[in-house]
């Protein structure tokens, strides 16, 4: 089981940028999939979640309103638009899945991870 996240990079504030994450060796249609961040000397936080179906999503009030979570069941991806970027968005951002119907905001409650990929966004 993999999760592959992509898509990050160096942009400057107010950039907008879009992570995928592809999961491989079984189906996550089902499951929750979410996206937290973890910047330098801090922990690893929240940012949004989604539910199987799509129609469950919840985001950090840090995002709310910048961010978009997505995901294309079909391809086994979830996505996160990200648009007016700040330097605080700066972190590895990683993408995670959890078995279960329920939308859940602490990574404790995640089966399956990704890597992460980095966003730096300069002021």
């Known amino acids: 089981v993999q999760l592959q996240a992509s898509g990050g990079g160096l942009v400057t504030a107010g950039d907008s940028l879009r992570l995928s994450c592809t999961a491989s060796g079984r189906t996550f249609s089902r499951d929750v999939m979410g996206w937290f961040r973890q910047a330098p000397g801090k922990e690893r936080d929240f940012v949004a979640a989604?539910?199987?179906?799509?129609?469950?999503?919840y985001y950090a009030d840090s995002v709310k309103g910048r961010f978009t979570i997505s995901r294309d069941n079909a391809k086994n991806t979830v996505y996160l638009q990200m648009n007016s970027l700040k330097p605080e968005d700066t972190a590895v951002y990683y993408c995670?899945?959890?078995?279960?119907?329920?939308?859940?905001?602490?990574?404790?409650?995640?089966?399956?991870w990704g890597q992460g990929t980095q966003v730096t966004v300069s002021s």
């Open positions: 995670a899945a959890r078995s279960s119907l329920w939308v859940a905001i602490t990574q404790t409650e995640y089966n399956y």
């Open positions: 989604i539910a199987g179906s799509g129609g469950g999503i």
